[in-house]
């Protein structure tokens, strides 16, 4: 008898027995025929796991909103499954002339990634994180770009724009129902700043059908977390299906694993009330609150060039060192289908962000006296409001004979932000490798108002996908964008205004020689601020938007009776308008620069017989600098050919599961990352590393699961990212070391 992972005995956590239920209502014989039906289901799945893996993804699906929820499956690619990261048409990976990940929720809970960052990087290809305090530990890099400026990231299809270069939300994957990464530019959807390509973290969504999970957590360095999922519909008895709502709740904490100042804690809450009082309208008003308090720690000096292992959980920030980041989205969302060939929709939304450091955040080891030299401390602040309305109406028709899909709309919004620093405050003090004591931040150097931006974004997009025959399908799509920041000096006085135009476009062909497989081909074009858009300097203003552009072909199908998925692509991206700072030039520089980045990506997922599955891709790229150059010591220096600081030219990732007996399932998952460099010269290097992720999954009962995780496996010193001093590596924020978790799962 074939074996059972618990997997596909509970897939989205929704018991066996309660399969009858998501059906919808029958009466009399219809519904005994059909519950006699579901247990013959149900007896056949116990033989053949991938037959109940179906049934609840078909059922499932009637939770959505009723106007096109589908969700994604944690098995495989879900190259037929329907999305809006990679256009608003809302097309399969397959009909897609692009490179697309859709990571399901469910598969990162089951891995035991309980950030989106680790989700991302551990299961969407070539995608890494050089995640620091500084940028909100969300930056990431995706071909060959790297940064919040150059890869994008958006919650349930609405962008927060970038302040300071700091991204805090969203964070945790307790409430996702899927990830989407676009690899490759993307602003024809979004607008500027994502030339590397964008993530989209789409939560879990209201239902009629009742959901209530939970789960409990405990690991090592004292961290606990606890975590509520609910929803269902409300007043069913008195409405019918008219009014849902979705509920999910967690927090974590931790002592953490550096001493001292290495204590974390976080609480996401995610609420959402479906009113749909028609099957061709949905409304739905969400809110989503997120509060992080975490690490206190900026990176560990580097000794002649490593990390040795007594100072390895050292933590050199002050005593009294405060993080915390505030935020909360707002949203209305709108889905009106008038008839079968039109769509209609709007988002309202208001997202905030709150944030401060108290920090002394640089360190580097002084080899002539033996101290760790400490400097920046700083104090900011940031208060950012964006409020804001997005529209779109999609038909379904024909154009010259053929049948074509139209969608077009608008964005505008407002984003008002506020900078407080003490960045006229300059101390600096040196403590011993060991031994030390952390002190105090200065009373003295606390922040005070520096600025305040306005920022008006306004935007006109449209896409097209022409359907030429049953085989070939030909897509466009084209962006205007035309954002005014206004700054003010709050010392000073002074102000300066400045309004930005950009314009995207991506044209694709997509040829499908068998229904299973996709042939295509892409041009499109993008653009990334010179810094964060909305809080760039009065030195930057007078800089154009960077331009890139990108030619990528690529394939894609489902083999083996769907048992195989794959993916296969390469490109081309050349970014121009770099700026170099030159002899002579403004104190600025001048916007001459170019890079490059040239390469290919492989991922596949394959189910096995005897229970074995495996899930991998692979990117190999080569980055470079085109036309670079930097003053060094009054000197023009050239850095043509080199690196991007931060861009590792590899990135791998394997999963290997095994159901190597009923209810339990075993699984590694082996992460390879490539050399990077933390300087335009390339002399400060970060080696490449390997880390071993394992998972034990034991269904107690078919209601509750027992999970074990063990991260880092071989306690592999590794840097996430890092700072260079005159050419030479200072420190490394270094990455989590081997630790345990056991995780109890239970659905009602």
Do not use: C
């Not at 598969?107 to 994180?129: P, S």
């Amino acid at each position: 008898m074939p074996r059972l992972p618990h997997h596909a005995r509970r897939r989205w956590a929704v018991p066996a027995r309660a399969l009858p239920f998501l059906l919808l209502p029958l009466t009399g014989a219809q519904a005994q025929d059909r519950a006699a039906q579901d247990r013959a289901a149900q007896d056949r799945a116990a033989r053949d796991p991938a037959i109940l893996d179906r049934v609840v993804l078909d059922q499932i699906s009637v939770e959505g909103t009723g106007v096109s929820a589908t969700r994604a499956d944690p098995v495989g690619l879900n190259l037929r499954t329907p999305d809006r990261g990679a256009s608003r048409l809302g097309l399969t990976p397959l009909e897609t002339p692009a490179s697309l990940d859709i990571v399901a929720g469910e598969t990162a809970r089951l891995r035991g990634q309980n950030t989106v960052a680790e989700a991302v990087t551990q299961d969407a290809t070539g995608i890494t994180t050089i995640a620091a305090p500084g940028n909100g530990n969300g930056a990431f890099t995706a071909r060959g770009f790297a940064g919040p400026n150059s890869v994008q990231q958006l919650y349930d299809g609405t962008r927060l724009y970038v302040g300071a270069n700091t991204v805090t939300f969203p964070f945790d994957t307790w409430n996702v129902e899927r990830i989407e990464v676009l690899r490759g530019p993307a602003s024809v959807l979004y607008g500027d700043g994502a030339i590397g390509g964008v993530i989209n973290v789409v939560p879990k969504k209201p239902g009629f059908v009742p959901i209530n999970a939970g789960r409990a957590v405990i690991g090592s360095d004292g961290v606990a977390r606890l975590a509520l999922d609910s929803g269902g519909a409300i007043g069913q008895a008195a409405f019918g299906d008219t009014f849902a709502y979705r509920l999910n709740v967690s927090g974590n904490r931790g002592d953490g694993w550096v001493s001292p100042m290495g204590d974390f804690r976080s609480l996401a809450v995610s609420g959402a009330l479906l009113f749909r009082p028609s099957a061709d309208l949905a409304v739905t008003l969400s809110h989503d609150l997120g509060y992080q308090e975490p690490e206190r720690y900026w990176g560990t000096p580097l000794v002649a060039g490593r990390i040795p292992d007594r100072i390895r959980f050292n933590n050199y920030n002050v005593r009294d060192a405060k993080i915390t980041w505030a935020d909360n989205w707002t949203q209305l969302k709108t889905e009106w289908t008038p008839s079968a060939d039109v769509t209609i929709r709007n988002t309202a939304y208001r997202l905030t962000s709150r944030r401060h450091w108290l920090d002394v955040e640089q360190y580097s080891f002084n080899r002539a006296t033996g101290l760790v030299d400490r400097g920046d401390y700083l104090e900011i602040y940031h208060s950012q409001e964006q409020v804001g309305n997005r529209f779109d109406a999609a038909f379904r028709g024909s154009l010259f004979g053929f049948r074509n899909e139209f969608l077009a709309g608008f964005d505008v919004n407002h984003i008002g932000f506020r900078h407080t620093n003490n960045f006229t405050f300059d101390t600096s003090d040196s403590v011993p490798l060991v031994g030390y004591d952390p002190g105090f931040f200065p009373r003295d150097g606390r922040a005070r108002p520096a600025y305040a931006t306005d920022t008006a974004q306004a935007s006109v997009f449209a896409e097209n996908r022409l359907i030429l025959s049953d085989r070939l399908s030909f897509l466009g799509g084209v962006r205007f964008d035309a954002p005014t920041l206004h700054r003010q000096d709050l010392v000073t006085g002074d102000t300066f205004e400045k309004t930005y135009r950009s314009l995207g476009y991506r044209f694709g062909l997509v040829f499908n020689p068998t229904p299973d497989t996709a042939l295509y081909a892409q041009v499109a074009t993008a653009t990334d601020p010179v810094g964060s858009l909305i809080t760039l300097s009065q030195s930057l203003a007078g800089f154009r938007l960077a331009t890139g552009r990108q030619v990528e072909v690529g394939a894609k199908g489902i083999a083996l009776d769907g048992a195989l998925d794959w993916t296969l692509a390469g490109y081309r991206i050349v970014k121009d308008d770099l700026i170099s700072r030159l002899p002579g030039s403004a104190a600025a520089g001048v916007q001459v620069g170019s890079q490059s980045s040239t390469g290919v990506e492989l991922a596949a997922a394959l189910r096995l017989p005897d229970g074995w599955r495996l899930e991998g891709n692979l990117a190999l790229l080569r980055a470079q600098y085109e036309d670079f150059t930097q003053v060094v010591n009054g000197q023009a220096v050239s850095y043509a050919g080199n690196q991007p600081i931060d861009v590792p030219e590899r990135v791998a990732n394997l999963w290997a599961t095994y159901a190597f007996a009923r209810d339990w399932e075993a699984r590694v998952g082996v992460q390879n990352v490539g050399t990077v460099f933390s300087d335009f010269g390339n002399t400060a290097r970060r080696p490449a590393y390997n880390l071993v992720n394992l998972g034990l999954d034991h269904q107690v009962t078919p209601d509750s699961r027992l999970s074990l995780r063990v991260y880092n496996l071989f306690d592999r010193v590794y840097a996430i990212s890092g700072n260079a001093v005159g050419g030479v590596g200072s420190n490394w924020l270094l990455g989590r070391p081997r630790s345990v978790e056991v995780a109890y799962s239970v659905a009602w």
